[in-house]
Nanobody, 122 residues
Framework: QVQLVESGGGLVQAGASLRLSCAAS????????MGWFRQAPGKEREFVTA????????FYADSIKGRFTISRDNAKNTVYLQMNSLKPEDTAVYYC???????????????WGQGTQVTVSS
């Protein structure tokens, strides 16, 4: 069992930066791959980025590549999503997810946080 709590969302202007955090707890938290997904109003939830349990491998969606960076601190059981050069189209609820194996597919993740809202104004 893994519990996830996201934080760090907010309202920013286009071009600004935000850092989201996902605090994980549970027996297998530090050994779980972690992913970030987002869901914009009226749209399906989509993959953003993911990282293996040891931080060695990462995957990024093309839409955010070069602007967003995922990282993790297993000593703190926390995964971060650094978002730079934010655009209005990045507006969404951002969710973190955990599973033993890294994947870009939403249906492969067993554990989910409650989400944090990111709004980017133009």
């Amino acid at each position: 069992q893994v519990q996830l709590v996201e934080s760090g969302g907010g309202l920013v202007q286009a071009g600004a930066s935000l850092r989201l955090s996902c605090a994980a707890s549970g027996r297998t938290a530090s050994r779980s791959a972690m992913g970030w997904f987002r869901q914009a109003p009226g749209k399906e939830r989509e993959f953003v980025t993911a990282i293996t349990w040891n931080g060695i491998n990462t995957f990024y969606a093309d839409s955010i590549k070069g602007r967003f960076t995922i990282s993790r601190d297993n000593a703190k059981n926390t995964v971060y999503l650094q978002m730079n050069s934010l655009k209005p189209e990045d507006t969404a609820v951002y969710y973190c997810a955990a599973d033993p194996l890294i994947n870009v597919r939403m249906d492969k993740y067993k554990y989910w946080g409650q989400g944090t809202q990111v709004t980017v104004s133009s």
